[in-house]
């Protein structure tokens, strides 16, 4: 699913190197869990992978095409079509009702609406809404929704159009203890319909129990490594 | 169409920004427009005093001159034409009528002119708009006296009310009156925004009526004065004019006309195109026109200005739902052309609602405009410079 090699990032503004990952994979449907202190780079690995941020050097490769010898406007599309991406922040339209936030990346990715047709539209959203438990609030305005539902409602955004990756950036960190790992059970659930693969970022580890797969962004990173050594 | 849809819930969720930039675009418009016409009002309101007359016939002195004193009522004329005369041009078979206008006498500040039912019946200003009364009839018989509408305003004379003439002053107070032969109102005309408001007009009779016991040029002696009543249609006969209008029956007649006056060998004559002559005399106070134009640039770029700066402000409130958006797939492409689009719908509506209080203002003032500063709103509504405005928005 993902396979990096040799990825090197730097801030243009710096002259330190953020991330220096010689090697990182990933299986299809797999979901794996990212630690790290705040600010040690993972939302910028997250960033590098759906090429929002472009390396140095190295290569990334995500179901087979390399991000980094893509142009602006195909990393664009390419993320519009193959991730989805959960927000620290949800990152929600606020003028725009629960439906018409979660449908939004369909009007955006043609590959995503091929999934799911616009007669289909209606029908696929309350499904993943009534798997959520938000689907009473389908027509309400998000700004009127608890945090918990907001950030129910960014998940259902992210995964619908059958994504082959979501990218997770501390999605929970608003949340308490219970309804983190019921949002997580629930993010798997959907995930596990079409063998999505989950990137999950975050400095809090009492997750890292529901993954496959728990690892620290220092394990893989050694740019890291040199900083904490200096320190 | 989700850019459309998008576009038109972000305006919304933005309700007061949206419509204090939408009423900023409006107001410039408004303003524009406003210039525009107020600059076609001007011009229009001068150069259309008298309409559909080919010739404007005086005693010789200069077309600016004659012009002046028979239309502005500014200037006095050097001499008059004799009865004769003007009743052989009148006769002449390519001729279709003529107004006579005998002038030299006022009335408080305002001048009286003496003229026939041809001006009730032919006069034009504006194109097609002809005298109207608001109340009364035209001045025909002997005593009969018409006011202007800004006469009337200004000294309130009913119907049946009585007018003294004062001798020889057409602006300004009068030094000798015709006390002993007063003028009773017969009607009174509706508001025209020319100069034909500030006049008010008598027959031919009455204006050879109050002079005719005045042949020496002074006032009459006791002895030597001849009672209103002893006066009629029939004992009077009319002398010299000072200048007419003219219609010609086919206008190809007009220049062919007007060389045979101004070569007419009995007295020295000139006939002027009025519509020529109103033009040159507008283009000659060009300063106007210029100052006027400058105005329009200046509104058209503070407009333009108010209106980059409200949609760059709009812009940057939004960076954060643009980046949302793109994070979501929209690429650069589309999200432009949200926001061109959104920039359009803001302008197209700002046009609109500009050209609407433009229109509904001019619509709802002009009465007051008409009397108040004898304000015309006339014209075709929009002109190239509102086109330009539109394009560059």
């Known amino acids: 699913m993902i396979k990096i090699e040799n990825l090197k990032f730097k801030y243009p503004s710096s002259s330190q190197l953020i991330l220096d990952i010689p090697k990182f994979q990933m299986k299809k449907g797999e979901k794996i869990f990212l630690y790290g202190p705040s600010g040690c780079g993972k939302t910028t690995f997250l960033e590098v992978l759906a090429g929002i941020n472009s390396p140095l050097e190295g290569i990334v490769e995500i179901s087979g095409c390399d991000v980094t010898k893509m142009s602006a406007s195909e990393k664009d599309q390419f993320r519009a079509d193959q991730m989805g991406y959960i927000f620290q922040s949800f990152n929600l339209i606020p003028y725009l009702n629960v439906q018409e936030n979660i449908t939004l990346p369909l009007y955006f990715s043609s590959k995503k609406r091929t999934r799911v047709s616009a007669a289909n539209e209606n029908k696929k959203t309350t499904e993943i809404c009534k798997l959520l438990g938000i689907e009473p609030y389908l027509t309400q305005p998000v700004t009127e929704l608890s945090v918990g539902q907001q950030q129910r409602v960014a998940a259902a955004r992210a995964i619908i159009g059958q994504p082959s990756l979501i990218l997770a950036d501390e999605p929970t960190s608003a949340l308490d203890f219970n309804h983190r790992e019921k949002f997580i059970k629930l993010l798997f659930a959907l995930c596990n319909q079409h063998q999505t693969s989950v990137l999950f970022v975050s400095h809090d580890r009492t997750l890292e129990k529901l993954f496959d797969r728990s690892l620290s962004l220092h394990e893989i990173n050694i740019s890291s490594k040199v900083d904490e050594d200096a320190l | ?393």
């Open chain 2, 1 to 393: 169409m989700i850019l459309l849809r998008l576009a038109l819930k972000s305006l919304r969720n933005r309700q007061t920004s949206t419509l204090l930039t939408i009423l900023s675009i409006a107001m410039s418009v408004t303003l524009l427009l406003a210039v525009e016409r107020t600059k076609r009002a001007a011009e229009e309101g001068f150069t259309q005093s008298v309409s559909q007359v080919d010739l404007l016939v005086g005693a010789r002195t200069g077309p600016l001159n004659l012009i002046l004193y028979t239309v502005f009522n500014m200037g006095s004329a050097s001499n008059n034409i004799s009865w004769e005369s003007y009743q052989e041009i009148k006769t002449l078979p390519e001729v279709a009528w003529t107004i006579p206008y005998s002038l030299g006498d006022g009335h408080k500040g305002f001048r009286v002119v003496g003229t026939d039912e041809n001006f009730y019946q032919h006069y034009r200003y504006r194109g097609q708009k002809n005298i109207e009364f608001q109340d009364g009839g035209p001045a025909l018989d002997v005593w009969d006296v018409v006011l202007g509408s800004q006469v009337f305003d200004k000294l309130k004379y009913k119907i049946g009310d009585k007018v003294v003439v004062a001798h020889g002053v057409t602006r300004g107070e009068g030094i000798q009156m015709h006390e002993d032969k007063p003028f009773r109102v017969v009607g009174i005309l509706k508001p025209t925004g020319t100069a034909l408001d500030q006049s008010l007009y008598i027959s031919l009779y009455g204006m050879e009526a109050i002079h005719i016991d005045w042949k020496t040029g002074a006032a009459p002696t006791q002895e030597n004065t001849i009672p209103q009543n002893y006066l009629s249609k029939e004992n009077i006969k009319i002398g010299p004019i000072t200048s007419f209008f003219l219609r010609t029956k086919t206008r190809i007649e007009t220049l062919t006309l007007q060389r045979t006056i101004n070569n007419y060998e009995s007295e020295p004559l000139l006939a002027i195109i009025p519509g020529a002559a109103l033009g040159d005399l507008w283009r000659g106070l060009s300063q106007i026109d210029t100052v006027l134009k400058l105005i329009s640039l200046m509104v058209l770029f503070v407009g333009l200005a108010a209106m980059i700066s409200t949609i760059l402000a709009g812009l940057n409130e939004r960076r954060r739902e643009m980046a949302i958006l793109r994070s979501l797939g929209a690429g650069p492409a589309r999200l432009t052309a949200l926001l061109v689009f959104e920039s359009f719908l803001l302008t197209g509506l700002a046009i609109l609602t500009g050209v609407l209080l433009n229109t509904g203002m001019f619509v709802l003032l002009s009465d007051w405009l008409e009397s108040q500063f004898g304000f015309y709103v006339v014209g075709q509504m929009f002109s190239p410079t509102d086109y330009l405005y539109y394009f560059s928005s």
